[in-house]
């Protein structure tokens, strides 16, 4: 059973970076695809950036020239690189990941605040 594990939320100010790591540790073969999704306060779960297999990417339009997407299939982790963080970025932050069996599978979230 695929299982993917977050890490890398915290808190930093405005105008400041992170980077979140989902870590699969039975590996990604069985993965068509990944991404990380947010949550922010009193909204629905969104999509950030996705990647798939052969390394495309797509962004949410709020995200795209902040925020990096990348793999490392030796290590089996996908990160997402954020820059110039604002408030409106803080979220629980989950990582998502597609079988190609069509399963969907969700980590457990890590808590972004951007706050000064």
């Known amino acids: 059973q695929v299982q993917l594990v977050e890490s890398g939320g915290g808190l930093v100010q405005p105008g400041g970076s992170l980077r979140l790591s989902c870590a699969a540790p039975?590996?990604?073969?069985?993965?068509?695809?990944m991404g990380w999704y947010r949550q922010g306060p009193g909204k629905e779960r969104a999509l950030v950036a996705t990647i798939s297999r052969g390394g495309s990417t797509n962004y949410a339009d709020s995200v795209q020239g902040r925020f990096t997407i990348s793999g490392d299939n030796t290590a089996s982790t996908v990160y997402l690189q954020m820059n110039s963080l604002a408030p409106e970025d803080t979220a629980v932050y989950y990582c998502h990941a597609n079988t190609f069996h069509g399963v969907d599978v969700w980590g457990k979230g890590t808590l972004v605040t951007v706050s000064a």
């Open positions: 039975g590996g990604i073969s069985a993965l068509n695809a």
